[in-house]
């Protein structure tokens, strides 16, 4: 399977980076104890670390509103996923947990504070391509509604769109019968490639530590804008 960045979201933003984790043989399940008392710890902190320093300041969050608005979408009114997270934090409405491949992918979400997708491979046709929406660009989301990704980066197969850093489709999520996923990283631009590499490591490690199975990262920037896995 080919993963491609359209050359255009380069012509925009020469420094945009995108990460793929790809993942084999997992067991998706209940996450464990401990990955929930992480999580909501983390939630905590976060929430008193939001009473003094507002969401758009943490300078994750602050990066991808202004790639966001480069893009040409509005940042107001379409919050990327990891902002949506963590105001969710910031009113103390905490994440409850669903299982261990969503729980990971809105930990490290918040972590990183970037938008991260995970997706059935086996719901995925043909190759991939992540591309800058428009009028028609859409699909059934996981927040029970029809949502259209007019200037919002978006990944598609060849059925359609199908996930970004909005909000990901109900056509190829994942689920506990899930075996093969692919993980999307919209990384900050301004980290250097070793750095996202680090990042990409560490939570794929962490991943298959709780999951199983194994992985292997690769980013898709200017350096390198079509991967196979």
Excluded at 50 to 61: D, N, W
Excluded at 192 to 207: I, R, V, Y
Aim: charged share 20%; with cysteine.
């Amino acid at each position: 399977m080919n993963i491609s960045l359209n050359d255009s979201l380069l012509e925009i933003n020469d420094q945009l980076k995108i990460g793929i984790i790809h993942y084999t043989k997992i067991v998706v399940s209940e996450s464990p104890q401990m990955i929930k008392g992480r999580t909501q710890l983390y939630q905590e902190n976060l929430y008193l670390e939001l009473q003094e320093t507002p969401v758009t300041e943490r300078p994750g969050i602050n990066e991808w509103r202004k790639v966001w608005k480069a893009f040409g979408a509005d940042p107001n009114r379409y919050r990327h996923s990891a902002e949506s997270l963590m105001r969710r934090i910031g009113k103390q409405n905490y994440l409850t947990p669903f299982h261990s491949a969503v729980d990971l992918n809105n930990f490290f979400s918040l972590q990183y504070e970037i938008p991260i997708g995970i997706y059935d491979v086996a719901k995925l046709q043909g190759a991939i391509e992540i591309a800058l929406g428009d009028e028609e660009t859409g699909y059934e989301g996981l927040n029970g509604r029809y949502n259209t990704l007019k200037n919002i980066l978006y990944s598609k197969d060849a059925e359609g769109a199908f996930g970004s850093p909005f909000v990901d489709s109900l056509r190829t999520a994942v689920t506990e019968s899930t075996t093969e996923a692919i993980q999307i990283f919209y990384l900050r631009p301004s980290l250097d490639e070793n750095e996202c590499e680090q990042l990409l490591s560490t939570a794929g490690k962490m991943f298959t530590q709780i999951s199983g199975g194994d992985y292997t990262t690769t980013i898709l920037s200017k350096n390198k804008t079509v991967i196979s896995i």
